[in-house]
C-alpha cells in the first residue's frame, strides 16, 4: 500500500490525535483516526469510596471541567437510587448551561473559526466597510470603523514582530479561504472579545461549584447552601451577580455568535455536501425539567436516528449489556476472551497491550491498520456506529418537534438557502453548536426564574442526605451516571461492592467519535466524516481535514491519558 497522508497532530486541541488518510489523487479514499497517548483514570477507581470518584474522574479533562464530575456523582446516585432537591437539580442545569455556552463560543472562535477565517488578510481590510459589515448584520456595539481600525493594528502588531502568538501554525493565504478581508477583520476582532467574555462567564461555575476549572460537586445534590443573609452561602448578591452572567451570555450569543455563524457560513455553502459519513445519530438525554429520573422531562431528548431517517427514533438503555458495548479488535487493548468481543462497560476492561496489537515502534511514518492503531477503544450501539455531539442533539429535538429548535434550523437553513439535507455535515455540525447554544442560553433564564420562585417560597433544600451513609446502601449496586457534555454523550458505569468500587468504566464522546474500525471494519465518525467527499486543495496543507475534524470540536484528553510506565509519572514541570 502506498505510504499515507499524515496530519499528527491535529492543532489546536490538546494535540494527541493522529489522521492517517489513504489518498486516491487528491481525494481521501479512507482514513484512520488514531489516539496516540494511553488511557488508564479508571483503573485507579477500584477499591475506592464511590461518593469520591467524582473528584478523580473530573480530572479525566482539564477541558471539560465539571462533565465527568457530573456523570460520576450521576452514577452513583442512579445505583443507590438517590433523588435530588429540585433545587440542586435547578442549580446543576444552570452549570451544565454556563459550560456549554462557554465551550461553544470558546470552541467556534479560537479552535474552529480559524479553520475558515485567514487572520492574516484581515490586514487588507478597509475598517469603515468592516464596520457597515458588522452593522448589516447586528447591533452588537463595538461596530465602529475606529474600533475595527484599533484590531487591524494589534494584527499587524503581531504579524510584523514576526510572532504570530496565537494565530501561529495557520495555513494562512490558503486557497481554499473564502471571506473577503473584511468578514476576516470582523472575525478576528470578535475572536479577541471572546478571549476577554469568557472570564466572566466562568464565574457561575465558582459562584455554585467554588471554583473553575473542576468545580465541586456532592452526591445527592450540589455543594453551595442557599442562605440570602450568608457570606458564606449563596445570598442575594451571588444571585445577582449569576443572573447578571446569564444575560452577558445571552447578548453574546445573540449579538456576535449566532450572527457570526451565520454570515462566515454564507461564504461556506459548498460544505453543506461534505463530511458527514455515518448517517447514524446517538444521543442520551439531558436537563431534567422535574428528576433525572424521568427522561421524558429532559430538554435534550434521548435516542438514536439511524440513516438519517427523522422520522424513527430508537429508545437507548444504558443498562441493556446487548446495546451499548466497546470493541477493542482496532485499539491497544485486549479482553480476557480476546479483541473480537464486546463489552458493556459494566463488564468493560482496561488492559494496555501495544507490543502484541499491531503496535510500531516510535519514530514511525504508518500506523499498522491491519491490527490495533489507536489508544481509543470503539464504541457501539447495537452494532452500529454512531456519532454524537451537538449535531445529534440538534437532530433529536428538531425530530421530536422541539419548537425553538425548528424555528432556529427553518431560519437558518433559508438564511443560507440550503435544504435540509445540508444538516449532515461539516456545516451542518457546525451551525448546530450555534444553535443549540441558543436553545441553552434562553433555558438558562428560565432555571434561574424557577431557582429563584422556589427560594421565595421558603425552599432552600440543595442536598438529598439519606443514603450518604454506606451502611445503608445494599451489598451490590450499579449505576449509569450520563450526560449530554458539551461534545456529545459522556457515560460513567459503576459496579458498586461492599461499599467499594469494583469497576469503573467511561465512555467519553471523543470515544464515540475518535474511535477506531471495529471487528467488522465499521469505521469511527470521524474516519466515516473524511471519508466522505473530502477534496484536497493542497495536500501539504490539508485544511480540509482541520475543518471536519474541528466540527466536531474533539477532547482526546478525555479519551487518552498518558503516563510513564515505570513510575507513572504523567507531568513534570521546571518552574524558576
Request: hydrophobic share 40%; net charge negative.
Amino acid at each position: 500500500m502506498s505510504e499515507r497522508l499524515v496530519v499528527d497532530p491535529i492543532t489546536r486541541i490538546e494535540g494527541h490525535l493522529r489522521i492517517e488518510a489513504q489518498m486516491d489523487g487528491a481525494n481521501i479514499a479512507q482514513a484512520y483516526s488514531s489516539g496516540t497517548s494511553v488511557r488508564g483514570v479508571e483503573t485507579i477507581l477500584k477499591g475506592r469510596d464511590p461518593r469520591d470518584a467524582w473528584a478523580f474522574a473530573q480530572r479525566i479533562c482539564g477541558v471539560c471541567t465539571l462533565v465527568h464530575g457530573m456523570a460520576s456523582v450521576r452514577s452513583v446516585e442512579d445505583a443507590l437510587k438517590i433523588e435530588l432537591p429540585a433545587n440542586a437539580q435547578l442549580i446543576r442545569n444552570l452549570m451544565i448551561g454556563a459550560q456549554y455556552v462557554h465551550d461553544h463560543v470558546m470552541h467556534f472562535y479560537h479552535l474552529h473559526a480559524l479553520d475558515w477565517v485567514d487572520v492574516v488578510s484581515a490586514l487588507s481590510a478597509d475598517p469603515k466597510a468592516t464596520s457597515a459589515l458588522a452593522q448589516s448584520i447586528s447591533s452588537w456595539p463595538k461596530s465602529s470603523p475606529g474600533y475595527f481600525a484599533d484590531t487591524q493594528k494589534r494584527i499587524k502588531t503581531f504579524v510584523e514582530s514576526g510572532q504570530l502568538g496565537i494565530f501561529a501554525n495557520g495555513y494562512w493565504g490558503h486557497p481554499a479561504y473564502k471571506l473577503p478581508p473584511e468578514a476576516n477583520l470582523m472575525a478576528v476582532a470578535h475572536y479577541l472579545e471572546a478571549l476577554a467574555w469568557q472570564r466572566d462567564v466562568a464565574k457561575l461555575h465558582a459562584i455554585f461549584g467554588g471554583k473553575n476549572p473542576h468545580p465541586n460537586f456532592v452526591v445527592g445534590g450540589v455543594a453551595c447552601p442557599i442562605d440570602l443573609e450568608s457570606d458564606s452561602a449563596l445570598n442575594a448578591k451571588r444571585f445577582a451577580e449569576v443572573q447578571n452572567i446569564i444575560q452577558s451570555m445571552q447578548t453574546f450569543v445573540d449579538q456576535v455568535y449566532v450572527p457570526d455563524t451565520l454570515a462566515i457560513a454564507g461564504f461556506y455553502k459548498d460544505w453543506g455536501t461534505r463530511g458527514e459519513g455515518l448517517g447514524n445519530f446517538l444521543c442520551y438525554g439531558d436537563l431534567p425539567g422535574s428528576g433525572f429520573m424521568d427522561p421524558a422531562t429532559f430538554l435534550f431528548p434521548r435516542g438514536v436516528i439511524l440513516n438519517r431517517d427523522l422520522s424513527t427514533i430508537h429508545e437507548v438503555d444504558l443498562h441493556d449489556a446487548s446495546q451499548i458495548q466497546e470493541f477493542v479488535a482496532h485499539s491497544w487493548y485486549d479482553y480476557a476472551d480476546g479483541k473480537a468481543r464486546g463489552l458493556h462497560p459494566y463488564d468493560g476492561e482496561t488492559k494496555l497491550e501495544y507490543d502484541a496489537r499491531g503496535g510500531v515502534k516510535p519514530p514511525y511514518t504508518q500506523l499498522d491498520i491491519n491490527d490495533g492503531y489507536s489508544w481509543i477503544k470503539a464504541p457501539r450501539w447495537k452494532g452500529q456506529a454512531v456519532e454524537v455531539g451537538p449535531l445529534a442533539r440538534v437532530l433529536l429535538l428538531y425530530a421530536n418537534g422541539h419548537a425553538q429548535t425548528n424555528e432556529l434550523v427553518e431560519m437558518t437553513l433559508s438564511t443560507l438557502d440550503l435544504p435540509v439535507e445540508a444538516l449532515f455535515s461539516t456545516l451542518g455540525r457546525t451551525a448546530a453548536r450555534t444553535l443549540e447554544t441558543k436553545v441553552m442560553v434562553d433555558a438558562m433564564q428560565g432555571w434561574y426564574d424557577a431557582l429563584i420562585a422556589n427560594i421565595k417560597a421558603g425552599d432552600t433544600r440543595t442536598f438529598n442526605d439519606t443514603l450518604w451513609d454506606p451502611s445503608t446502601w445494599p451489598a451490590e449496586a450499579r449505576g449509569a451516571g450520563y450526560m449530554e457534555a458539551p461534545r456529545g454523550a459522556l457515560g460513567h458505569w459503576i459496579v458498586i461492592k461492599d461499599g467499594k468500587i469494583d469497576n469503573y468504566q467511561a465512555v467519553v464522546p471523543s470515544t464515540w467519535n475518535a474511535g477506531p474500525r471495529d471487528p467488522s471494519d465499521q469505521a469511527g465518525a470521524y474516519e466515516a466524516a473524511l471519508q466522505d467527499n473530502h477534496q484536497l486543495v493542497d495536500v501539504k496543507q490539508p485544511i480540509e481535514i482541520l475543518r471536519t475534524i474541528h466540527s466536531f470540536d474533539p477532547c482526546i484528553a478525555c479519551a487518552v491519558h498518558l503516563s510513564d510506565p515505570e513510575t507513572g509519572e504523567q507531568l513534570r514541570i521546571k518552574v524558576t
